[in-house]
Nanobody, 115 residues
Framework: QVQLVESGGGLVQAGGSLRLSCAAS????????MYWYRQAPGKQRELVAT???????HYAEFVKGRFTISRDDGKNTVYLQMNSLKPEDTAVYYC?????????WGQGTQVTVSS
């Protein structure tokens, strides 16, 4: 069985930074795409950033230039560095990973940005 565990969320003032981590454990042969999503209260879950097994990255327009996704395959971990945070970034952040034979999700970590 595979588990994803996020950490690094918290309360930060607008303009501040946080770094989220998501570690995968269990029966892992290889990890393909890794993702960060977020869900704000009353809104649908939305894709924030993607990193492929080859290291290619893609970002939602609303975080471009502020967030950076990275991965450490030796640690089976994906990171999300979040800078210049805004109150509208407040949400529960979830990581997801394509780990054969399926896609797995973490439990989420709360990020709250105060104005």
């Amino acid at each position: 069985q595979v588990q994803l565990v996020e950490s690094g969320g918290g309360l930060v003032q607008a303009g501040g930074s946080l770094r989220l981590s998501c570690a995968a454990s269990g029966s892992i042969f290889s990890i393909n795409g890794m993702y960060w999503y977020r869900q704000a209260p009353g809104k649908q879950r939305e894709l924030v950033a993607t990193i492929t097994s080859g290291g290619d990255t893609h970002y939602a327009e609303f975080v471009k230039g502020r967030f950076t996704i990275s991965r450490d395959d030796g640690k089976n971990t994906v990171y999300l560095q979040m800078n210049s945070l805004k109150p509208e970034d407040t949400a529960v952040y979830y990581c997801s990973a394509d780990i054969f034979p399926g896609t797995y999700w973490g439990q989420g970590t709360q990020v709250t940005v105060s104005s």
